[in-house]
């Protein structure tokens, strides 16, 4: 249809102009009289047919539906002519007897007078909209050409920016609500991510910001708290180390921001010794640092997985509770990490990204771990990272956002200049390696060597006390291996090692 309706519009007698002067919302329909080779001079420019009305040109626009549109003619046909509607107006206004004396002849004329008079309006007013209207003849046929359905060819490199802008158009295209009150300010960067988090709670109530160290992942959270606690007056709980407690409390403060804010360190105790009681009906959870909460079987997850679940996860507003993530290094030792943090807002739903083509997320998990192994790391978790996770590195965010300010002045970026230092610590410290050797040949560990303090004529037991002296052994090598890796831990482990053997020996004597 779209290749028939392009080749119609470049027949040489099919006009298209474009009315740019304000909306134009009205339709009208005029046709012409043209017998081809027979036609006379005026046949073009006499209209025929003129319709005004409120439907679409489309046959069921002009029969089915229910519209209203008037229709003028010049050239009537005889059941035009005597139709109930013209004799019910006549009655009315000249009364039946006079009514019935205006014959057809003269009922065609007055008929076709009153068309054509109408008709000539519209002419009228349709030419002082077309005139001041563009050309847009071949815009039309190109916009049509090169759509879905045109014969227009694109490169591959134009398809695949056009996949690019479809996955990645929301993110351009975000733009901050206009008006809106905010205390906490951010860079460009950071506002970024801001917005992408906000969809990405909006669509699956969970969002995991894994930003690199020091690119301000605790403002973005705070931002994200406002948002709800603050503008939308929900309530909030914030789960930190006790270190990040008071830090917390007084950003908080700053942007009259009202949230609790409880430790990780409270969340390890049992349930007997912590009121969850208090927070089941919050409706935003932000955890900083989570990577403190990779191990399911730790009693901290336990209790925050029960926060989270209290209430059938719905907080004081009636919605999905909304968990905000935090940390610069969601995966530690394994990827399955990753796994029970996104698990804490999916609440062991393996089918909750069913909609980002994840069927069964411990399924894929699993087939992300094996593919991590073939050294496919790379696209192993893409499908996912994208749905809930936000993670931009240092050079990313320097090379993305070359000129970005927060409150109006540069971020600098510090060139790091590396210096080589020649360090001879013998030279320093004149025998240390020989004086640390014999200081470990020297130790005793009594208490790995137990039974050399026997008083005399107490039976030793000669097996055990050979392999306390080779366990002894053992761990003198130890502290060698660690003084050829590392002579700071070496002299920290010597220090406490020492220490520790003579209040042993001075308690066994």
Known sequence: LVEDLIAY??????????????????????FYGDRGAQASLFDRFLPLIGIVGSSNFTGPGLSTNRELNLAHKTLLDEEEVDDAPARCAAEHL??????????????RILKSEVGARAILDLVEWYECQWKPARDFKEDLITLLDTSKFGGFEYTPHDIFLKAIYTYFGADLDATETPGVR????????????????????????????????????????????????????????????????????????????????V????????????????FRDVDVILVDELHNFRRPTTQRYENLSSIIAAN???????????????????????????????????????????????????????????QVREDQASVALFNLLEEVVIRRTRPFIRKAYPNATIQGKPVRWPERR????????????????????????????????????????????????????????????????????????????????????????????
């Open 9 to 30: 519009l470049r027949r040489p007698e099919v006009a298209v102009r474009l009315y740019e002067q304000g909306f134009l919302h009205a339709k009208s329909y005029l």
């Open 94 to 107: 000249i009364g039946e007897h006079a009514s019935k004396a205006i014959n057809s002849v003269n009922r």
């Open 182 to 261: 905010s205390a906490v300010e951010l860079s460009e960067f950071q506002d970024d991510a801001v917005k992408k988090a906000r969809r990405m709670l909006a669509k699956y109530d969970g969002v995991l910001i894994g930003d690199s160290v020091g690119m301000g992942k605790t403002w973005i959270g705070k931002k994200l708290l406002e948002d709800y606690a603050y503008h939308q007056r929900m309530k909030a709980l914030v789960v930190c180390p006790a270190a990040l407690k008071e830090m917390w409390q007084r950003e908080l403060a700053s942007a009259t921001i009202a949230a609790q804010v």
């Open 263 to 278: 430790t990780q360190e409270a969340l390890g105790q049992s349930a007997g010794n912590l009121d969850l009681g208090a």
């Open 312 to 370: 059938y996860g719905r907080g004081r507003s009636e919605g999905r509770k909304k968990i905000i993530l935090l940390t610069a290094t969601p995966i530690n030792n394994d990827i399955f990490d990753l796994y029970h943090q996104i698990t804490l807002f999916t609440q062991n739903n393996r089918g909750y990204f069913a909609a980002a083509g994840i069927g069964d997320l411990y399924r894929y998990f699993h087939a992300a771990r094996q």
């Open 418 to 509: 590396l210096h080589t230092i020649h360090y001879d610590l013998e030279t320093t410290y004149e025998g240390i390696y020989e004086r640390l050797v014999s200081g470990i040949e020297r130790l005793q560990l009594a208490q790995y060597n137990l039974e050399s303090y026997k008083r005399t004529g107490i039976e030793r037991d000669e097996f055990e006390e050979g392999r306390e002296q080779a366990l002894v052994g053992i761990f003198k090598t130890r502290y060698l291996k660690r003084l050829e890796s590392s002579i700071d831990a070496f002299r920290i482990s010597i220090h406490r090692a020492l220490a520790f053997t003579k209040t042993f020996e001075e308690y066994a004597l």
